[in-house]
């Protein structure tokens, strides 16, 4: 008997949760039948990043009418995101949107959409081969370089740089750290502490606090993500040397990088584009019978106190 | 005579305090001979160990008292990061004050440590069961309330602009440094912590009782002790503690981030077991717990300074653990 009640009380929790979840799912237009169905399975909702992705591609697809678009988050799992994809196809969805975890593992399931003719767009990261529709990402390796060469324009050519990078196991991580390098290869420049932070913001704050400590005469810290930059400043201003030292990010989001260079924490960040609201445009294109290119770069902007009022500056493209 | 001497002597040497002295002290002895550039010599290296080490310690203080009662709470980094969400929450944008912030946060926290250990207590879940279900419930709850985005001063408004806020006095006070700037604030709350454990466990009824279930739970359950609220204590503490670890990480990172803290149960658990205290229940202290934080915050800050690569850290990390656990064994 108690056996039954916990399970009863398991299942109504259970159904609850559900029916609350149920009611954030977009419903289809009332006019219905032209109404298009779009799957979007995307890697992790951990990263502040993604969750904005889905964000702009929600607000996308609520702007344009006739969309119904299913969110899945495979939490780094995956498998998961096989399955996930193997649910959309079974659904019959009318094009799948992935923002994939890594690249051979989920190729033959973005093939086999593409066989039975449900058009794929993959965000951000690749897949291998090319049996996809389309692909839109950024160009961290371009993103890294640009930020490089606005440090070198900035310290004159001369200084003394701490760079905190991003999981150097990840791509984003490497290409930050390469674009970078290529960036000031040929000033004076030299990187006196190097530390992998992993792209948390604790880490940041431990990593810079072991650089202050040795080191008396530090320029600027470069940080591979925003949070990094937030955590070497907050060390440098416990420090009371943060007056003396500027702070570079990488991602641009508001609530984070965009938020730091109004306060004037950050003397730069480098926007990192999400792509969610050019995949939903994308996806109408193709939906509507129209020819998409391939490879879509998107175009990234930077933001500094001078500009960001007028939300940002685009990076030259080179 | 000569016998007592010796006697006492070996007593003191294979006394878990020594043993556990000894692994701190080769980790010192290692900092001082890499001491990057004199990096090590200086007060503000310490200054700033003992910082990041605090919120790890403030787990492990709870971390303690559970595996003395014969558990252990898998639940505390998701718990920190629930109520860092939550006291980002209730400050920054719902602006309901720095104390009723604090208070609310440790209720909940409290709460969450001890609905595992009535669990534990009523059900006979078993501890590492019932705080995993904690430690992906609670996560999720934290991931419920922000949204999935970290909650900062930067505060959404409905048409999807962002508004900046500024950031509440207590967020400033709980990051600073007192006494003229030599100690953390965070760092006198683990101390503070670590007085409250040791007062629990070696002063009141409550903490003999225990140590009491630890060692034998049938034992103590024939003899009169009250096993069950007993369980819910040790846990609620563990839960109060996390609550304390998830404000101060919030306040030092001026937000409340929901994916704060994953895996931090880990290392608050190496922290009691290089200690000395051991997983079986029953037996260990809060200042052997002591010890073991300032060996794994001192291993890291060496590491730091050196600016040692992620895989060497790993590696030598691994090394030290099972170095400092073998210094444990009893012959």
């Not at chain 1, 973005?110 to 160009?139: E, H, K, M, W």
Request: proline share 3%.
């Amino acid at each position: 008997m108690k056996t039954l009640n916990i399970l009863a009380f398991a299942a109504a929790v259970i159904l609850f949760t559900i029916g609350c979840a149920k009611k954030d799912t977009p419903q289809g237009d009332e006019s219905g039948s032209e109404s298009w169905k779009i799957g979007m399975s995307q890697c992790n909702l951990g990263e502040p990043w993604r969750v904005q992705m889905n964000a702009d591609i929600k607000a996308a697809a609520d702007e344009a009418a006739k969309i119904e678009v299913v969110f899945k988050d495979a939490q780094n799992d995956t498998l998961k995101q096989q399955a996930q994809m193997e649910e959309f196809i079974s659904a019959g969805v009318d094009l799948i949107i992935i923002s994939p975890k890594e690249a051979a593992p989920l190729t033959p399931v973005v093939s086999q959409a593409c066989n039975q003719g449900i058009p794929v767009i993959v965000l951000d990261r690749r897949i291998l081969g090319d049996n996809y529709t389309c692909f839109i990402g950024a160009d961290n390796r371009k993103i890294g370089k640009a930020a490089g060469e606005w440090i070198v324009n900035k310290l004159d050519g001369q200084g003394n740089i701490v760079e905190l990078k991003g999981l150097m196991t990840s791509t984003p991580g490497q290409d930050r750290h390469a674009g970078f390098r290529e960036g000031i290869n040929g000033s004076e420049i030299n990187v006196i502490f190097e530390a992998d932070m992993k792209w948390l913001e604790p880490n940041a704050r431990k990593e810079m606090e072991s650089a202050l400590a040795r080191f008396e005469d530090i320029d600027l810290v470069y940080a591979h993500n925003d949070p990094g930059a937030h955590g070497a400043y907050l060390a440098a201003k416990a420090a009371g040397r943060a007056n003396e030292i500027m702070f570079v990010g990488i991602d641009g989001l508001p609530q984070e990088g965009q938020a730091y260079v109004k306060q004037g924490i950050l003397s730069a960040s480098f926007e990192y584009p999400t792509g969610g609201e050019e995949a939903i445009k994308t996806a109408l294109k193709i939906l509507n019978g129209k020819k998409v290119d391939k490879e879509i770069t998107l175009d990234s902007r930077f933001f500094t106190p001078a500009n960001i009022d007028k939300g940002g500056r685009e990076l030259e493209a080179n | 005579m000569t016998k007592d001497l010796t006697k006492s002597s070996a007593h003191f040497l294979h006394s878990p305090t020594t043993r556990a002295l000894g692994a701190l002290i080769v980790v010192i002895v290692l900092g001082l001979i890499f001491n990057a550039d004199g990096a090590f010599l200086k007060w503000g290296t310490h200054r700033d160990m003992l910082r990041a080490v605090s919120v790890y310690g403030i787990l492990a203080c709870g971390m303690t008292i559970v595996i003395i009662a014969g558990g252990i709470d898998l639940s505390v980094g998701s718990v920190l990061a629930l109520t860092a969400v939550l006291f980002s929450l209730i400050s920054i944008h719902w602006q309901w004050g720095a104390a009723l912030a604090i208070v609310l946060c440790l209720i909940a926290g409290a709460c969450c440590g001890a609905l595992s250990g009535f669990f534990i207590g009523k059900f006979k879940v078993q501890a590492f069961i019932a705080t995993l279900a904690m430690m992906v419930f609670a996560r999720g709850v934290a991931k419920w309330l922000s949204g999935g985005q970290k909650v900062s001063t930067a505060v959404q408004q409905p048409d999807g602009s962002y508004e900046y806020g500024e950031i509440p006095e207590i967020f400033n006070f709980i990051n600073a440094k007192i006494l003229g700037g030599n100690i953390a604030v965070v760092t006198v709350i683990l101390l503070g912590c670590i007085l409250i454990s040791w007062i629990l466990l070696k002063k009141l009824r409550q903490g003999r009782y225990i140590y009491a279930i630890g060692g034998n739970e049938e034992a103590a359950r024939l003899s009169g002790v009250p096993v069950k609220s007993m369980k819910i204590l040790a846990f609620g503490m563990s839960g109060l503690f996390s609550a304390a670890a998830g404000i101060c990480q919030a306040s030092q990172e001026f937000q409340g981030d929901p994916e704060a803290g994953i895996s931090y149960e880990l290392s608050a658990i190496a922290m009691v077991v290089i200690g000395g205290t051991t997983l079986q229940g029953g037996r260990g202290s809060i200042w052997l717990t002591l010890i073991g934080i300032l060996t794994i915050g001192y291993l890291e800050k060496i590491l730091s300074i050196n600016a040692v690569g992620e895989d060497k850290r790993l590696m030598l990390t691994g090394i030290i653990i099972i170095a400092a656990v073998l210094l444990q064994k009893n012959k």
